[in-house]
């Protein structure tokens, strides 16, 4: 079964500070992609980043980026220059490529940025 | 605008009176996808869908039915709600979720009493 976990419920970062959300995910297979998706309060969900697991580089969007360790199954997303429009669940999702189209979300962080 | 559209954004119903939640794509995707998500559970996989008449079971189908006649449309159906199954529910729709991931539509937030 594949599943992924994101251990910090909550969080809060002051505003123009730098914040990092983890998770870890388990699966047996090699290929695979991994997303970080953002909902605020309007319940929009939003593509924030995405990285292929055969990537050794980390992908980057402007201010989000990802620090992703393969070995120990790790995807974290660090946003820096936090904004209050940062304010919303984050939720970190995974797929495995070829396996049809099932994807894998975890829990969900919620982070709120302090003016 | 390309869009993802559900409809309605929020319903109330009562146990056993069958439902469809619409959704509807303009962007010529070939994946679509029904997702339910509740308060510490983030969101399963209910159906998902790779072409028209093609749909597989996500993690949670047992009481929902899905339809893919026309590659725009995916309707979920619900034939009879049960309580357990109020949630908020979103469509999303991908050329290929790998590569792209999904887009989402807005939400639909059912009530069952």
């Known amino acids: 079964a594949q599943t992924v976990t994101q251990s910090q419920p909550e969080m809060s970062v002051q505003e123009a500070e730098t914040v990092t959300l983890s998770c870890t995910y388990d699966t047996s297979e090699n290929n695979y992609y991994l997303f970080w998706y953002k909902q605020p309060p309007s319940r929009q969900m939003i593509l924030v980043i995405r990285?292929?697991?055969?990537?050794?580089q980390n992908a980057t969007e402007n201010r989000f980026s990802v620090n992703f360790q393969k070995a120990a199954k790790s995807f974290s997303l660090k946003i820096s220059d936090s904004q209050l429009g940062d304010t919303a669940m984050y939720f970190c999702a995974f797929m495995i490529k070829g396996a049809g189209n099932q994807f894998y979300f975890g829990t969900g962080t919620s982070l709120t940025v302090i003016p | 605008e390309a869009q993802v559209t559900q409809n309605p954004r929020y319903l109330i119903t009562v146990t056993g009176k069958k439902l469809t939640v619409t959704c509807s794509q303009n962007m010529n995707h070939e994946y679509m996808s029904w997702y339910r998500q509740d308060p510490g559970l983030g969101l399963r996989q209910i159906y998902y869908?790779?072409?028209?008449?093609?749909?597989d079971k996500g993690d949670v189908p047992e009481g929902y039915k899905v339809s893919r006649k026309e590659k725009r449309n995916f309707p979920l159906i619900l034939e009879s709600p049960s309580p357990n199954q109020t949630s908020l529910y979103f469509c999303?729709?991908?050329?290929?979720?790998?590569?792209?991931?999904?887009?989402f539509g807005s939400g639909t937030r059912l009530t069952v009493v």
């Open positions: 869908s790779m072409n028209v008449e093609v749909t």
């Open positions: 999303a729709s991908s050329p290929h979720p790998g590569n792209y991931g999904y887009t």
């Open positions: 990285q292929e697991a055969y990537k050794q």
